[in-house]
Every structure is written in C-alpha cells, then in structure tokens.
C-alpha cells in the first residue's frame, strides 16, 4: 500500500479518536430553546383550560340561577290578584298607577304574589331583609330558598352562594311589538271599532340578569341574561 495513503487513513483515524464527545454549544442551545418552547407551550394550553372550564361552570350556574327566578314566577299572575293594576284619579285630577311593584303589606319575599312584584329586586349574597334598597338576601331558587354556598366537597356552608346576584327587570311591551317598552300607566282609550286596553291588559316582558363578583372583582359581571314575554 503507499505511503501517503496509509498517512491519509492514519490521520482519519487520529481525527477521530480526538474529536470531543458530547454536545455543541449551539446544539445544547437549540436543545434547550425547543424544550423551553413546549413548556410555555403546555403552560398557555393549561391556563387557557383552566379559564374556559373556569366560564364554562360560571355560564351554567348563571343560568340555572335565571331559570330559578323563572320557574318561581311561571305560575304567578301579572298583576296582584286582589288589588289588581288601575289608574286613581284624586279630587284634583291627578292620576296615579296603584298596584306595581311590592303593594301595601308586602314587606318580604313570601308577599310577593303576582309578577310586577319583582321589578327591580335584586336577590343578593349581599342582600338585606327590608325592601328599602330593593335588594333582597339571595340568590333564591324556585321555592323562594336562599340557596347556600357549598365547600369543595360539596357541603353546604353557612350564607348565600358568595358573589352571585339576580336582578329581575318586569317591562309594560307593546302588544305587537315584544321589543318596544311602554311606561308602567300606559293605556289606550277607545277609538272606533278599538275598545280601548286597560292599563293591565298589556303583555311583560320579564329579564333576569345574573351577576358574579368575585374576591378581587371591583364590580358584578354580568355572567348571562334570561328574558321571556308574559302574554
């Protein structure tokens, strides 16, 4: 064999015993950016989950809080059975609508008995007893309970569900217009072949807007709104 190329394969062999083993620098590097990467990677995809499920939940007990409100009122008549809803006019002329909102002895929640009742009220983890500031404790279910808070175990705890609320909106709509709100006292004379519509014989339209607070919330975020017409 020549000389040269038995040198030529010495000096391969020679190369290769003393090259370095292990990684590059630039190798260690790249390796460590790609792992870097898909950790982030991982850590978004996590945190994306966790507020989505975390919405997710709230949207659901946001609407079951709505549809509480509106099984509880399902059967319930519009006005107050008894005093009804009417226009009083004094000695001088003036008129007066008798008959919305909380009437005369209905302090509580247990009083309420027709729909216009509920104009306004918002049932609150907050909530106090009176009516002054139209917010009742709550929020409430279908049969007028102040639904507990619950620990991680599902246990009920002392007080109301922490942070959530239900304000329910009662509207006077037009009769073929659902979407046009007519004023408490609004009613329509005769004229013609009309004969006229009463002042309570206009169709509702009742919305219940469920709000969550949480610890560090400066202010209720509307979580979802339920509404429904009363012919």
Same mark, same amino acid.
């Given at each position: ?7 030529r ?13 292990g ?8 390796a460590?950016l ?10 978004d ?9 975390q ?7 946001a ?19 008894v005093v ?18 909380p009437?005369?002895? &209905?302090?509580?929640? +247990? ?7 509920? %104009? !306004?009220?918002? *049932?609150? $983890?907050?909530? /106090? ?6 917010d009742?404790?709550?929020?409430i279910?279908?049969?007028? &309970?102040?639904?507990? +808070? ?7 705890? %002392? !007080?109301?569900? *922490?942070? $959530?609320?239900? /304000? ?12 046009l709100?007519?004023?408490d ?9 009309f004969?006229?519509? !009463?002042?309570?014989?206009?169709p509702?339209?009742?919305?219940v ?7 560090n ?15």
């Open positions: 064999m020549p000389a040269n190329r038995t040198s394969a010495a000096r391969r062999r020679m190369a290769r015993a003393t090259r370095p083993g990684f590059t620098l630039i190798e260690t590097s790249l460590t790609i792992v870097g990467i898909g950790v982030l990677a991982m850590v995809a996590q945190s994306s989950f966790i507020v989505s499920n919405w997710s939940s709230h949207a659901a007990s609407t079951f809080l709505a549809n509480e409100i509106r099984e509880l009122t399902r059967n319930l008549p519009k006005h107050d059975p009804g809803l009417y226009l009083d006019t004094d000695a001088g002329g003036e008129t007066t609508l008798v008959g919305w909102g009437d005369a002895g &209905e302090t509580t929640l +247990d009083d309420f008995d027709d729909i216009d009742d509920f %104009d !306004g009220i918002t *049932f609150s $983890w907050i909530g /106090t007893d009176g009516l002054n500031d139209f009742l404790p709550g929020p279910n279908a049969f007028r &309970e102040v639904i507990p +808070d619950l620990n991680i175990e599902g246990e009920e705890q %002392d !007080g109301a569900m *922490f942070g $959530w609320s239900q /304000t329910v909106l009662v509207r006077k709509v037009a009769p073929f217009d659902f979407g709100d007519l004023d006292d609004f009613s329509e004379a005769p004229n013609g072949s004969p006229g519509r !009463g002042v309570d014989e206009y509702l339209r009742v919305t807007q469920v709000f969550y607070q949480g610890v919330d400066i202010e209720p975020t509307l979580v979802t709104e339920v509404m429904w017409i009363v012919p």
